[in-house]
């Protein structure tokens, strides 16, 4: 039987992993548009390898969750997926066209959607034993320490240097760092499922209806849910702060990220689903504070949005795990994704559109569509 220290181990373990992880993607990701515009690549082609890496990223997560499932090889998918995921943005560094850069910076985008679900169905054995909000809000802060220390690390070293290609070189050292902890935890923990005492009951067939309705609930936050860069992009357009102030507003929300999944996943375990409602209905005042506050004001909205973003990589994904069988996670981990994934794609988009109309239809939309979830998932309490 695995102790409860063993299982916190485990999450602590995966959580380093995913923290070298993001260092190296969201690292390399933070200079890709600027690198791909030195190599030659128009405004058009950065944005298309950006849509087509995400598209085929929450695609492939239906697949890579389904797959999981049936052969059971959780650990291989999650190394594989890893290796791509990491090892493609230090290879960057190598690139001298724009069509061989745009191939790795899809491929990644691609790895990291091949390692998502069977990932989240590791995570999950292990966070039945420390409680299932507070593992996930533990991984996700680890995450989230790593996702700002990357990009910090190639402005530093873009700073000294001058060059994009040391860059992206020096994230060899924690993409390295990432696989070899990952190697490390898998021999040490070869079957995480031996944490998992109780398992949830399937008493029909496919997955149980509560958990279409809670991710109908959950498409509502992603379709309302407004995107970083075009909140950065109002802001920019009305001369609401300093240009050199957006980083640093977005890493206040990265910070309450990280706080708000350790503090939601802890109430999460002790009071329930309706612990994510009370964080939607807080997280939904961010849109009009940051599209129609002050700076102050603004500063707070993206406080709020990080707590958003905080629940929805934490708790609700710890919620999909309280009610899906053990056998078919992997499996709904990948529907999961994909159907977030459409929904935030098809709502900036949409808000995009509103946005060259009035400012206003945008905060109304965004506020609208993730209050209308409310009542989704309080229904799913109540079953």
């Not at 190639?154 to 990952?182: C, D, E, K, R, T």
């Not at 919620?319 to 709502?347: D, E, H, K």
């Amino acid at each position: 039987m695995r102790t409860t220290s063993n299982a916190l181990n485990f999450v602590i373990l995966l959580g380093i992993v995913s923290l070298c992880a993001d260092a190296t993607y969201e690292g390399g990701r933070s200079i890709a548009g600027a690198y791909l515009n030195v190599l030659g690549a128009s405004g058009a082609i950065v944005g298309l390898v950006a849509g087509a890496g995400e598209l085929i990223g929450y695609t492939l997560r239906l697949v890579t969750g389904y797959l999981s499932d049936r052969t059971q090889q959780y650990w291989g998918i999650t190394t594989l997926g890893y290796g791509i995921n990491t090892l493609a943005i230090p290879l960057l560094a190598l690139t001298g066209r724009w069509e061989t850069a745009a191939a790795l910076l899809i491929a990644e985008r691609a790895g990291r959607a091949v390692r998502s679900p069977p990932r989240d169905v590791l995570l999950s054995h292990a966070a039945t034993q420390v409680g299932r909000g507070f593992g996930f809000g533990l991984h996700e802060a680890l995450d989230q320490i790593g996702a700002v220390a990357g990009p910090l690390t190639v402005a530093g070293v873009l700073a000294w240097q001058q060059s994009y290609q040391q860059s992206f070189a020096i994230l060899l050292v924690p993409a390295l760092i990432g696989l070899g902890v990952l190697l490390v935890t898998q021999r040490r923990y070869p079957n995480p499922r031996e944490f998992e005492t109780k398992t949830v009951e399937l008493t029909g067939t496919g997955l149980p209806r509560r958990f279409w309705i809670y991710l109908a609930g959950v498409m509502l936050i992603a379709f309302g849910f407004a995107d970083f860069p075009l909140i950065a992009f109002h802001w920019q357009n009305t001369g609401l702060t300093q240009t050199t102030n957006i980083p640093l507003f977005y890493a206040v929300a990265m910070a309450m990220d990280a706080i708000a999944a350790l503090i939601l996943g802890r109430l999460f375990d002790r009071n329930g689903i309706v612990v994510f409602v009370f964080a939607v209905v807080l997280s939904a005042l961010f849109a009009p504070l940051t599209f129609l506050g002050s700076p102050p004001l603004a500063l707070l909205g993206m406080a709020l949005w990080g707590i958003g973003m905080g629940a929805q990589e934490s708790i609700m994904k710890a919620i999909v795990a309280a009610m899906v069988p053990t056998l078919q996670r992997g499996s709904a981990f990948g529907i999961f994704y994909l159907c977030y994934g459409l929904a935030w794609f098809l709502g900036s988009a949409l808000m995009g559109l509103l946005y060259d109309r009035s400012v206003t239809l945008v905060v109304g939309f965004s506020v609208a569509f993730q209050l209308a979830a409310v009542p989704v998932i309080i229904s799913v309490i109540r079953q």
